[in-house]
């Protein structure tokens, strides 16, 4: 392992913990642990700001990918913290996010901070600087095949489609009169996926790890594959997916729109 590597993967961490140390005393401020997930999206934009920089200084890795890792994280990261904001602190009437009062059996000053930081913000920030591991990386590393870099900025291209699109429909039913928009949410992408956003999380990793990983030869690329593969993990076991279908099947139509529609990756809606 080179030093420009090492450097990188400390500084990433360095990030990481001002990120989270941040959140954990904003979500103490607010009593939510929710306010995570908003560090989420800004951590990773940090970690891959840092890592570029970190590269410029060493002169080490390829310029061109270093500053477009930055870039497709920043677009990424940015833009879900931003979108998020407003139902990590303001919905659900101004209580705890159902998923963090059901992981932590309460509200921060119920639970207390030691354990809110122990399960929440240390495990997410451990997290988030494993699965930044291909930015970290490629920041320091040069490119080996660009045609593998172009695959990847696809890849991550569909996923920001699927989750910004995604929310954005999610959005728009919301906005609508109780009276007159269905049960639950089953058009555009939520036809095909009860999770798109979740989906498109995953896929944006996956492309990040082909143009930051992959593309720097054979080692990268098998030393950080296990880092969308948590990321995937992460969105579809942990915090995402699963957690939030534990208070969604509660509520009237649900169970009839995931008996005909694809849990994760996009299928064809079942039929009768």
Request: net charge positive; glycine share 12%; proline share 5%.
């Amino acid at each position: 392992m080179t030093t420009a590597v090492v450097v990188s993967l400390l500084a990433g961490l360095l990030a990481v913990t001002v990120v989270m140390g941040a959140a954990a005393l904003r979500s103490r401020q607010l009593d939510k642990a929710a306010v995570v997930d908003v560090a989420w999206g800004l951590g990773f934009v940090l970690v891959a700001l840092t890592a570029a920089v970190v590269g410029a200084v060493l002169d080490e890795g390829t310029e061109w990918r270093r500053w477009l890792l930055a870039g497709l994280v920043a677009a990424w990261g940015l833009r879900l913290s931003w979108y998020i904001r407003g139902r990590a602190l303001g919905d659900h009437g101004g209580r705890e996010d159902p998923r963090y009062a059901e992981l932590l059996g309460g509200t921060p000053s119920k639970v207390g901070m030691r354990t809110v930081v122990r399960r929440v913000f240390f495990i997410q920030g451990v997290s988030l600087w494993f699965v930044a591991g291909p930015v970290l990386l490629g920041a320091v590393l040069s490119v080996r095949w660009w045609p593998v870099v172009a695959a990847g900025v696809a890849v991550w291209a569909t996923g920001l489609f699927f989750e910004a699109v995604g929310d954005r429909q999610m959005a728009s039913y919301k906005k609508a009169p109780r009276a007159t928009r269905p049960q639950v949410m089953d058009r555009g992408l939520w036809r095909y996926t009860r999770h798109p956003n979740y989906f498109g999380d995953a896929c944006v990793w996956w492309g990040l790890w082909l143009a930051g990983g992959l593309a720097s030869g054979w080692v990268a690329g098998l030393v950080t594959v296990l880092c969308p593969v948590a990321m995937t993990y992460f969105v579809y076991q942990v915090t995402g997916a699963k957690l939030l279908e534990k208070t969604m099947m509660q509520r009237p139509g649900y169970p009839a729109y995931a008996a005909r529609t694809s849990f994760f990756v996009p299928l064809p809606p079942k039929q009768g």
